[in-house]
């Protein structure tokens, strides 16, 4: 079960914007719409930042946008602040109840 | 507030077998679908292992596919990995987390799982 492939790492200044790409077999996206997106920090659980491609839950801010096309899911994060630093991992699911997640991406905010 | 509380992990030798608790608490957790996910030290996610509602119906990743089994107690709450034969690569932190459709929105703290002679 390979990894979905995202870039390594990111850097922007604040107030700039960023997008991540997650990028799979057409498998993994054209028949389901279960792609998430999670952010952790250093030594943390990951968080939850975005489901079903492009919802938020409650609490997260309206800076993290989640959209789809194709072969690739992307993960935009606008208004770039300090507290953003960290890693990035989307996740899908692929089939027969089987879920995969990306490589991970390391925001760093310069 | 949702909590999940891991417990179980340790130093365990090659071969042998470990078994994890997951504690739920401040939702139903009879009606959540659960996952077990991996994170070896310094790398990334891996998903693990998903189980039903109703405990009937597991589906795992490949690596861990005849080794490793979920399970879950409804009346206490509580989701459980039996690890066996376990492997040097196996070693990681374990994290529990609830579904959401196919995502994972509460997390556990994860409890560190150490394969070595």
């Known amino acids: 079960q390979s990894a979905l492939t995202q870039p390594a790492s990111v850097s922007e200044s604040p107030g700039q914007s960023i997008t991540i790409s997650c990028t799979g077999t057409?498998?993994?996206?054209?028949?389901?719409?279960?792609v998430s997106w999670y952010q952790q920090h250093p030594g943390k659980a990951p968080k939850l930042l975005i489901y079903?491609?492009?919802n938020r839950p409650s609490g997260v801010s309206n800076r993290f946008s989640g959209s789809k096309s194709g072969s690739t899911a992307s993960l935009t994060i606008s208004g770039l602040q300090a507290e953003d630093e960290a890693d990035y991992y989307c996740?899908?699911?692929?089939?027969?109840?089987?879920?995969?997640f990306g490589t991970g991406t390391k925001v760093t905010v310069l | 507030d949702v909590q999940l509380v891991e417990s179980g992990g340790g130093l365990v030798q090659p071969g042998k077998s470990l078994r994890l608790s997951c504690a739920a608490s401040?939702?139903?957790?009879?009606?959540?679908?659960m996952h077990w996910v991996r994170q070896a030290p310094g790398k990334g996610l891996v998903w693990v292992s998903r189980?039903?509602?109703?405990?009937?119906?597991?589906s795992y990743a490949d690596s861990v596919r005849g080794r490793f089994t979920i399970s879950r107690d409804n009346a206490k709450n509580t989701l459980y990995l039996q690890m066996d034969r376990l492997r040097a690569d196996d070693t990681a932190v374990y994290y529990c987390?609830?579904?959401?459709?196919?995502?994972?929105?509460?997390w556990g703290q994860g409890t560190l799982v150490t394969v070595s002679s």
């Open positions: 401040g939702f139903t957790f009879r009606t959540s679908w």
């Open positions: 996740s899908s699911y692929r089939s027969s109840g089987t879920y995969v």
């Open positions: 189980i039903n509602t109703d405990g009937n119906y597991g």
């Open positions: 057409s498998s993994d996206f054209a028949t389901y719409n279960y």
């Open positions: 079903d491609v492009s």
């Open positions: 987390a609830r579904d959401l459709t196919g995502s994972r929105d509460h």
